[in-house]
Protein backbone atom coordinates (compact mmCIF):
# COMPACT_ATOMS: atom_id res chain seq x y z
CA UNK A 1 0.00 0.00 0.00
CA UNK A 2 1.51 3.39 -0.33
CA UNK A 3 -0.03 6.64 1.39
CA UNK A 4 -0.86 9.62 -0.42
CA UNK A 5 -2.11 13.18 -0.13
CA UNK A 6 -4.30 14.79 -2.54
CA UNK A 7 -4.84 19.08 -0.99
CA UNK A 8 -7.49 21.20 -1.79
CA UNK A 9 -7.64 22.58 -5.07
CA UNK A 10 -5.88 19.62 -7.11
CA UNK A 11 -7.37 18.92 -10.34
CA UNK A 12 -8.50 15.36 -11.90
CA UNK A 13 -5.54 15.63 -14.01
CA UNK A 14 -2.94 16.62 -11.06
CA UNK A 15 -4.58 13.23 -9.40
CA UNK A 16 -4.35 11.39 -12.32
CA UNK A 17 -0.69 12.29 -12.74
CA UNK A 18 -0.01 11.24 -8.80
CA UNK A 19 -1.74 7.69 -8.60
CA UNK A 20 0.30 6.74 -11.85
CA UNK A 21 3.66 8.13 -10.30
CA UNK A 22 3.28 6.21 -7.27
CA UNK A 23 1.72 2.93 -9.23
CA UNK A 24 -1.50 2.69 -7.70
CA UNK A 25 -3.32 2.99 -11.17
CA UNK A 26 -2.28 4.39 -14.65
CA UNK A 27 -3.82 7.99 -15.40
CA UNK A 28 -5.60 6.92 -17.83
CA UNK A 29 -7.44 3.71 -16.42
CA UNK A 30 -8.35 6.42 -13.30
CA UNK A 31 -10.03 8.89 -16.52
CA UNK A 32 -11.90 5.92 -17.71
CA UNK A 33 -12.94 5.37 -14.39
CA UNK A 34 -13.94 8.85 -13.87
CA UNK A 35 -15.42 9.43 -17.29
CA UNK A 36 -17.53 5.78 -18.00
CA UNK A 37 -17.41 3.93 -14.53
CA UNK A 38 -21.02 3.61 -12.50
CA UNK A 39 -21.02 4.24 -9.29
CA UNK A 40 -24.29 3.60 -6.95
CA UNK A 41 -23.95 7.54 -5.21
CA UNK A 42 -27.22 9.70 -4.98
CA UNK A 43 -25.29 12.77 -5.01
CA UNK A 44 -24.07 11.66 -8.55
CA UNK A 45 -27.37 12.24 -9.59
CA UNK A 46 -27.10 15.76 -9.41
CA UNK A 47 -24.60 16.14 -12.11
CA UNK A 48 -26.09 17.99 -14.91
CA UNK A 49 -25.90 15.53 -18.32
CA UNK A 50 -27.14 16.32 -21.69
CA UNK A 51 -26.45 20.03 -22.97
CA UNK A 52 -25.94 21.17 -19.73
CA UNK A 53 -22.75 18.67 -19.24
CA UNK A 54 -21.30 19.63 -22.66
CA UNK A 55 -17.69 21.63 -22.08
CA UNK A 56 -17.42 20.50 -18.55
CA UNK A 57 -14.24 18.84 -17.79
CA UNK A 58 -14.56 15.77 -16.47
CA UNK A 59 -17.91 14.21 -14.78
CA UNK A 60 -16.62 13.77 -11.61
CA UNK A 61 -14.45 17.09 -11.12
CA UNK A 62 -14.80 18.44 -7.76
CA UNK A 63 -16.73 15.22 -6.44
CA UNK A 64 -12.89 13.85 -5.53
CA UNK A 65 -12.67 14.67 -1.99
CA UNK A 66 -9.31 15.84 -1.13
CA UNK A 67 -7.42 14.12 1.43
CA UNK A 68 -4.93 11.39 2.48
CA UNK A 69 -5.71 7.85 1.50
CA UNK A 70 -4.19 4.42 1.56
CA UNK A 71 -4.04 2.76 -1.73
CA UNK A 72 -3.06 -0.97 -2.99
CA UNK A 73 -0.43 -0.49 -5.41
CA UNK A 74 -1.58 -1.92 -9.02
CA UNK A 75 -5.19 -1.17 -8.11
CA UNK A 76 -7.87 0.08 -10.61
CA UNK A 77 -8.85 3.18 -11.53
CA UNK A 78 -12.23 2.42 -10.33
CA UNK A 79 -10.94 1.37 -6.56
CA UNK A 80 -9.45 4.76 -6.63
CA UNK A 81 -12.23 6.39 -7.61
CA UNK A 82 -14.76 5.05 -4.72
CA UNK A 83 -12.37 5.87 -2.06
CA UNK A 84 -12.39 9.43 -3.44
CA UNK A 85 -16.50 9.31 -3.56
CA UNK A 86 -16.79 7.42 -0.45
CA UNK A 87 -14.73 10.03 1.36
CA UNK A 88 -17.09 12.59 -0.67
CA UNK A 89 -20.37 10.44 0.86
CA UNK A 90 -18.73 10.56 4.15
CA UNK A 91 -17.98 14.58 4.51
CA UNK A 92 -21.11 16.05 2.09
CA UNK A 93 -23.48 13.85 3.98
CA UNK A 94 -27.48 13.55 3.49
CA UNK A 95 -28.02 16.28 6.03
CA UNK A 96 -25.81 18.39 4.51
CA UNK A 97 -27.35 18.00 1.02
CA UNK A 98 -30.67 18.50 2.77
CA UNK A 99 -29.63 21.50 3.61
CA UNK A 100 -28.47 22.86 0.29
CA UNK A 101 -31.59 21.62 -1.17
CA UNK A 102 -33.84 23.74 1.45
CA UNK A 103 -31.40 26.31 0.59
CA UNK A 104 -33.08 26.33 -2.90
CA UNK A 105 -29.61 25.49 -4.20
CA UNK A 106 -28.08 22.20 -5.96
CA UNK A 107 -24.96 20.56 -4.42
CA UNK A 108 -24.07 20.60 -8.44
CA UNK A 109 -23.61 24.81 -7.91
CA UNK A 110 -22.19 24.03 -3.97
CA UNK A 111 -19.34 22.48 -5.71
CA UNK A 112 -18.66 24.53 -8.34
CA UNK A 113 -18.45 28.09 -5.49
CA UNK A 114 -16.68 25.70 -3.38
CA UNK A 115 -14.11 24.94 -6.46
CA UNK A 116 -14.31 28.61 -7.24
CA UNK A 117 -13.78 30.09 -3.55
CA UNK A 118 -10.73 27.46 -3.38
CA UNK A 119 -8.52 28.92 -5.68
CA UNK A 120 -9.67 32.44 -5.41
CA UNK A 121 -8.86 32.68 -1.85
CA UNK A 122 -5.12 33.75 -0.96
CA UNK A 123 -5.61 31.63 2.77
CA UNK A 124 -8.12 29.88 4.39
CA UNK A 125 -9.51 33.37 6.40
CA UNK A 126 -10.37 34.62 3.21
CA UNK A 127 -12.98 31.88 2.11
CA UNK A 128 -15.94 33.16 3.89
CA UNK A 129 -15.71 36.87 2.22
CA UNK A 130 -15.08 35.25 -1.44
CA UNK A 131 -18.10 32.85 -0.89
CA UNK A 132 -20.03 35.53 -0.14
CA UNK A 133 -19.02 37.97 -3.27
CA UNK A 134 -20.00 34.82 -5.18
CA UNK A 135 -23.05 34.62 -3.13
CA UNK A 136 -23.93 38.24 -3.40
CA UNK A 137 -23.23 38.28 -7.25
CA UNK A 138 -25.39 35.25 -7.89
CA UNK A 139 -28.02 36.57 -6.23
CA UNK A 140 -28.24 39.68 -8.01
CA UNK A 141 -27.62 39.09 -11.72
CA UNK A 142 -29.02 42.14 -13.23
CA UNK A 143 -25.81 44.02 -11.18
CA UNK A 144 -23.41 41.51 -11.85
CA UNK A 145 -24.34 39.18 -14.81
CA UNK A 146 -20.84 38.20 -14.72
CA UNK A 147 -18.74 36.70 -11.43
CA UNK A 148 -15.25 37.62 -12.95
CA UNK A 149 -13.09 35.15 -11.33
CA UNK A 150 -9.56 34.99 -12.18
CA UNK A 151 -9.97 31.16 -11.23
CA UNK A 152 -11.66 30.15 -13.80
CA UNK A 153 -9.38 31.56 -16.43
CA UNK A 154 -6.39 30.19 -14.78
CA UNK A 155 -8.25 26.89 -14.49
CA UNK A 156 -8.63 26.15 -17.84
CA UNK A 157 -4.82 27.77 -18.83
CA UNK A 158 -3.71 25.27 -16.36
CA UNK A 159 -5.23 22.20 -17.77
CA UNK A 160 -4.60 23.39 -21.41
CA UNK A 161 -0.99 24.53 -20.88
CA UNK A 162 0.17 21.85 -18.38
CA UNK A 163 -1.60 18.83 -20.20
CA UNK A 164 -3.27 20.35 -23.52
CA UNK A 165 -6.30 18.89 -22.86
CA UNK A 166 -8.33 20.59 -25.72
CA UNK A 167 -11.79 19.69 -24.20
CA UNK A 168 -11.73 22.41 -21.38
CA UNK A 169 -13.26 25.17 -23.46
CA UNK A 170 -12.41 28.87 -21.91
CA UNK A 171 -16.14 29.65 -22.95
CA UNK A 172 -17.72 27.52 -20.70
CA UNK A 173 -15.63 28.11 -17.58
CA UNK A 174 -14.23 31.92 -18.17
CA UNK A 175 -16.28 33.85 -15.59
CA UNK A 176 -15.48 37.08 -17.40
CA UNK A 177 -17.21 36.28 -20.27
CA UNK A 178 -19.81 33.50 -19.58
CA UNK A 179 -22.96 34.30 -17.19
CA UNK A 180 -23.87 32.58 -13.59
CA UNK A 181 -21.28 30.03 -12.73
CA UNK A 182 -19.34 27.81 -14.82
CA UNK A 183 -19.67 24.59 -16.34
CA UNK A 184 -17.96 22.65 -13.83
CA UNK A 185 -15.78 22.97 -10.72
Not at 28 to 34: K, V
Not at 35 to 41: R, S
Amino acid sequence: TIRLTFPEGSTILEMAAKLEENKVCTAEEFINAIETGEYDYDFLNEIPTGSNYEGRTFRLEGYLFPDTYDFYLESSGEAAVRKFLDAFDDRVDPTMRAKIKANGQTLNDIVIMASLVQWEAAKIDDMYGVARVIQNRLENPSAYPRLECDSTQRYIKTINAKYNYERAKAADYDTYTCTGLPVGP
